[in-house]
């Protein structure tokens, strides 16, 4: 898939200014240490930037900052969520302050997403 350049040099952007709690989560994703599974960190699609994904899984995991809980910000998150819905994603939603108060929590519901263990 084509991304425009400004989604492209934002991902770049993302990628170098991770807030803290999305180093936390990477730390724990990256380099297939999280059961096995590849993930990337700020990918582009179409014309988003997820912060993380799972291509094999086609899930995206989405951490959300307070700004987040705005009225503007919700419906864009709608429209940003519908998108990634249609091309195939299972988008999660944590807060923040989930990943700095329940990691193990966080993880749990990332891993029965993916195997389907409910």
Not at 3 to 22: D, I, P, V
Not at 52 to 70: K, R
Not at 96 to 117: M, W
């Amino acid at each position: 898939m084509k991304h425009k350049s400004t989604t492209l040099n934002q991902a770049k952007m993302l990628r170098k200014n991770m807030t803290e709690q999305e180093k936390v989560l990477w730390n724990i994703l990256r380099n297939n240490q999280f059961y096995g599974l590849k993930f990337r960190r700020q990918v582009p699609i179409g014309n988003y930037v997820a912060d993380f994904v799972c291509e094999i899984h086609n899930v995206i995991i989405e951490l959300d900052g307070g700004q987040h809980n705005e009225p503007e910000n919700i419906e864009k998150d709608k429209q940003r969520t519908d998108f990634l819905e249609s091309k195939g994603y299972k988008v999660l939603r944590f807060w923040n302050n989930d990943v700095d108060s329940n990691l193990d929590g966080v993880c749990e519901v990332i891993y029965r997403t993916i195997f389907k263990k409910y």
